[in-house]
């Protein structure tokens, strides 16, 4: 079994910072991309910082400047440091992980179960 265990969301005024993070546990044989996406009420799933094993990042347009994304990959260990929050950044957010569970299997999604990130005026 795969586990993607979030922490760090919480309420925060606009321009303060937060810091998710997100562990994977259980059985797990590689990790490729590691990263965040989130959801806003009425709004689809949208990525928000993904990183490769290898270092490689990708952000959305509207977190450039402001989110980075960290990872430790001998702890199979995802960050989001986010700065200079605005009220449009409140939303869930959910980790993402592309592992493989065993040398035999598939690369797949998994996903934690989301934490919420509110910021107000």
């Known amino acids: 079994q795969v586990q993607l265990v979030e922490s760090g969301g919480g309420l925060v005024q606009a321009g303060g910072s937060l810091r998710l993070s997100c562990a994977a546990s259980?059985?797990?044989?590689?990790?490729?991309?590691m990263g965040w996406y989130r959801q806003a009420p009425g709004k689809q799933r949208e990525l928000v910082a993904m990183?490769?094993?290898?270092?490689?990042?990708n952000y959305a347009d509207s977190v450039k400047g402001r989110f980075t994304i960290y990872r430790d990959n001998a702890k199979n260990t995802v960050y989001l440091q986010m700065n200079s929050l605005k009220l449009e950044d409140t939303a869930v957010y959910y980790c993402?992980?592309?592992?493989?569970?065993?040398?035999?299997?598939?690369?797949?999604?998994?996903w934690g179960q989301g934490t919420q990130v509110t910021v107000s005026s």
């Open positions: 259980g059985s797990i044989f590689s990790i490729n991309g």
């Open positions: 993402n992980a592309d592992l493989k569970p065993t040398y035999y299997s598939g690369t797949r999604p998994y």
């Open positions: 990183r490769t094993f290898g270092g490689s990042t």
